[in-house]
């Protein structure tokens, strides 16, 4: 595995508290992440986070270059690869003003919740019944162990917030690697030395096409989503440019890949 290059800024001036973050956890093995991850065109360090989850680490900070919030880069990244393959993203991200999460799973409309940074929420709490509805979550206990987080608490600050909401998905499955916790950082210091930690770049168009057309390969989309990933990638990619969102264009782009991919495979596959 190469040596990432340093974040560009994981700090404050003159501190030593992490002043952003973001966290991609994807219910699914690295395996099956990485080449959908490689697709969304910027540099991410990708490890093993539970039996049945993978984490994604962006290196630096491309919300910061685009003068973009990670909020909002974030959820566009999560939709982008929860609309290409069968399983949820569940973005996690924090900045010196508020933190939060979004949960994205296929063409399903995202759920999410944020606090600020004192850790007063200000999300609707329908929204963590959601939440736990599509992870699988215990539709009583869990939801009742969710509610705290709508409430005020003083004593707990954003990435607190954010920390007890990962430590109660340990019951589905997903384990937070060391120094992949909201307030830690650098993030990707921390990925780089994890255990079975690799870097995900775009593997070009030529890679990416032979990847998804060889035998065996992903198959993750049928003629009729192919379809409407092109139908959804081309509006949302023209509307991302429009915004200067890098994170919405990014997964405008992505959906116009797969899409291609899908219906490339429809045309050149053999029939069984």
Do not use: K
């Not at 954003?158 to 916790?181: C, F, V």
């Amino acid at each position: 595995m190469s040596t990432p290059r340093e974040p560009d800024s994981d700090f404050d001036s003159g501190s030593d508290v992490p002043a952003f973050g973001a966290l991609l956890f994807c219910r699914a093995a690295p395996a099956e992440v990485r080449p959908v991850a490689g697709l969304l065109g910027v540099p991410l360090l990708l490890a093993p986070a539970g039996p049945e989850w993978s984490v994604l680490v962006p290196e630096g900070a491309p919300w910061q270059r685009a003068g973009e919030p990670v909020d909002r880069v974030l959820s566009g990244w999560a939709g982008a690869l929860a609309v290409s393959a069968p399983w949820p993203v569940l973005a996690v991200w924090w900045d010196a003003d508020r933190s939060g999460f979004a949960l994205a799973s296929g063409f399903r409309r995202g759920v999410g919740y944020v606090w600020l940074a004192d850790g007063t929420p200000v999300g609707e709490d329908e929204a963590m019944v959601s939440f736990a509805s599509r992870l699988g979550l215990d539709p009583v206990l869990d939801v009742q162990a969710l509610e705290p987080l709508t409430r005020d608490d003083p004593a707990a600050d954003a990435p607190a917030r954010l920390r007890s909401l990962l430590a109660l998905l340990t019951r589905a499955g997903l384990t937070a690697p060391p120094g992949l916790t909201p307030g830690a950082g650098p993030l990707s210091v921390a990925a780089a030395a994890l255990p079975g930690a690799e870097r995900v770049e775009w593997p070009g168009l030529r890679a990416a096409v032979r990847s998804e057309l060889a035998p065996g390969g992903s198959r993750l989309v049928p003629r009729v989503l192919a379809v409407g990933q092109c139908a959804v990638g081309v509006p949302l990619t023209l509307w991302g440019v429009r915004r200067r969102s890098a994170g919405w264009a990014a997964a405008g782009v992505l959906l116009l890949a797969y899409g291609a991919f899908g219906l490339a495979y429809e045309a050149w596959r053999v029939p069984d």
